[in-house]
């Protein structure tokens, strides 16, 4: 195989040209010594050796100066340099023969191929020409110097041949490096544009189930169609968390997972996620409990989202693998100060248990404990490596404790600055109420609209539709609306590409994204186009109607207290 630098003539031209610059350099200061030795010593042909330093200094001046220039330049100074060296050591003796090691650097770092070695071959010899010099030398001395000038001329050959290649090999390696980032940075983007596609593609349909059924489940309707349309949502919500996982994991895979840091209620967190469990606990008839320590505040700063989303995954998982007996989820407080706390949290079961042997898995992504699981219990795999991943991202560690037919506990401890109070804690149940105020929503899913529509009829609003973005700026610019929510994917013009027409055009009402694309990209995109916020697909009506209060106003009052401290079992 040949050598890698020897199939890159690209990378050993470049090595050549730099070469070449450092040795125009070195080539200046050689030739300024030379000339001060002539003004010192005074040698017998003062003209010839004057015009031997002159012309080296004003060659490698020009080879600095024009760089475009530097090799033909330097096959000049070795035109001049192999004729004239000689005459030089026959004209004056062993002075110049002793400056011999120090100029056979030359052809290494300014010549290649013939050139190169024809140059060093003369210089490396001038020094056997002293005997036909007319003056009298030390024969001794000039022995040794032959010696010394042959064995270091090959010396640093060698060593410079070998830097060269290193230089070559080294540059080849930055070139594969580089292509490999290029590579590595063409398949992100390309994961990018996958899951942001994805991500629409998915949601959009997922909109629909969940938001039709989320409206049908608001109005009256008969007891016996409740329960199938309540278990076609929770599939929904359940569908929609696996997704999300995906996309954390992607995002926690390229660095790029933000963490929220605002003040929320621990406790309220906690009870959250019992409650949205709580049936699914009881139709395997199994106890939910939440237990809280009556010393901790829970009145904290943190990402209540990216917490929340832990403590489901832990609490899912218990609840999937417990047959019999309770799941318990904690929270006590340890290590604190005036202004921070160290809370740990822990989700307790008396289920199936994990082998020793298995529990080192457990945290890889796609990996469940064995083969059988996922027949018998569903599951991508990921839960716990989202798990791992966030409760590492917000400064914890996340541990296990289990035996087989023993249970499992999962546990983690988590820093967290106190907070004096919580505003916009407390899910509001109550829907908030408009009158005489317009809504125009641009979307091209008809489904979509359906749900969008009758969410915000709920509420008082007026709602015009628009079937794409060319569609919204027609309509807007002819009718005075109060708010837009726009679709960021539709036909002809898109959502980011409308939002700014109607910047263009002044029109400055309140512009929200109404998207299924929850990939940072596309954000950032759309609310550089001038939108004002954002409202991810599905629809979370508890989002949706803060969205309405903080741009609309309205009658919601988003504002709670937080309870300091307490004890709670449910």
Not at 138 to 167: F, H, M, P
Not at 412 to 432: M, R, Y
Request: charged share 20%; aromatic share 6%.
């Amino acid at each position: 195989m040949p050598k890698q630098y020897s199939t890159k003539p690209e990378s050993f031209g470049e090595v050549t040209s730099a070469l070449q610059k450092a040795g125009f350099k070195i080539l200046l200061v050689f030739s300024l010594l030379i000339l001060a030795v002539i003004v010192i010593a005074q040698p017998q042909n003062v003209y010839v050796a004057v015009f031997f330093g002159l012309s080296w200094c004003a060659i490698s001046i020009a080879g600095i100066i024009f760089s475009n220039y530097k090799e033909p330049l330097a096959k000049l100074w070795a035109i001049l340099t192999i004729p004239v060296a000689p005459y030089l050591v026959i004209s004056n003796g062993l002075m110049p023969a002793t400056l011999v090691p120090i100029a056979t650097i030359f052809p290494i770092l300014l010549l290649s191929n013939g050139w190169r070695i024809s140059a060093m071959v003369v210089l490396a010899c001038c020094t056997f020409l002293v005997p036909f010099y007319e003056g009298d030398y030390d024969k001794g001395l000039w022995l040794r110097l032959c010696v010394t000038n042959l064995v270091v001329s090959l010396l640093i050959y060698a060593l410079a041949s070998q830097l060269e290649k290193a230089l070559v090999e080294s540059k080849n390696k930055t070139l594969e490096l580089n292509r490999a980032l290029a590579s590595e940075k063409q398949a992100s983007a390309a994961q990018s544009r996958f899951l942001a596609t994805m991500s629409h593609e998915i949601r959009t349909p997922l909109n629909g189930i969940l938001g039709l059924t989320d409206v049908v489940l608001s109005h009256d309707i008969s007891e016996s169609a409740r329960p199938n349309l309540e278990k076609i949502q929770r599939s929904g919500l359940s569908l929609n968390r696996i997704l999300n996982d995906i996309l954390d994991l992607s995002k926690l895979n390229a660095g790029k997972l933000a963490l929220e840091i605002i003040p929320f209620d621990l406790k309220s967190t906690a009870k959250d996620c019992v409650a949205f469990y709580a049936q699914l606990a009881q139709n395997k008839g199994i106890s939910l409990r939440i237990e809280v320590d009556k010393t901790l505040n829970t009145c904290v700063v943190g990402d209540a989202t990216r917490l929340s989303q832990v403590l489901n995954n832990l609490v899912s998982n218990a609840i999937k693998f417990t047959h019999q007996g309770s799941v318990t989820l904690g929270l006590s407080k340890g290590e604190a100060s005036k202004t921070h706390q160290f809370v740990r949290f822990s989700v307790k079961d008396t289920g199936d248990g994990i082998d020793a042997s298995e529990q080192e898995r457990v945290f890889d992504a796609f990996t469940q404990a064995n083969s059988s699981i996922n027949r018998m219990h569903g599951g991508t795999g990921l839960g716990l490596q989202i798990v791992k991943s966030l409760v590492e991202a917000m400064g914890g560690t996340v541990c296990l404790k289990s035996a087989v037919g023993q249970g499992s506990e999962f546990y983690f401890e988590l820093p967290f600055e106190i907070a004096d109070s919580v505003i916009g804690a407390k899910e509001q149940e109550s829907t908030p109420s408009f009158s005489n105020l317009t809504v125009l929503v641009a979307e091209d899913n008809d489904i979509n609209q359906v749900v969008a529509k009758s969410l915000l009829e709920d509420t008082g609003l007026k709602v015009t539709l628009a079937n794409n973005g060319k569609e919204a700026v027609e309509i807007a610019l002819k009718q005075h609306f109060d708010l837009i929510l726009m679709d960021l994917h539709m036909p002809e013009m898109n959502g980011s590409e409308a939002a700014l027409a109607l910047r263009k055009a002044n029109i400055t009402i309140p512009i929200i994204a109404f998207t299924a694309a929850v990939v940072a990209e596309e954000i950032d995109k759309a609310l550089a186009s001038g939108m004002n916020g954002y409202l991810t697909k599905p629809v979370n009506k508890t989002e949706l109607h803060a969205v309405l209060t903080k741009y609309l106003g309205g009658e919601m009052s988003t504002e709670s207290s937080c309870i300091a401290k307490g004890e709670y079992t449910e």
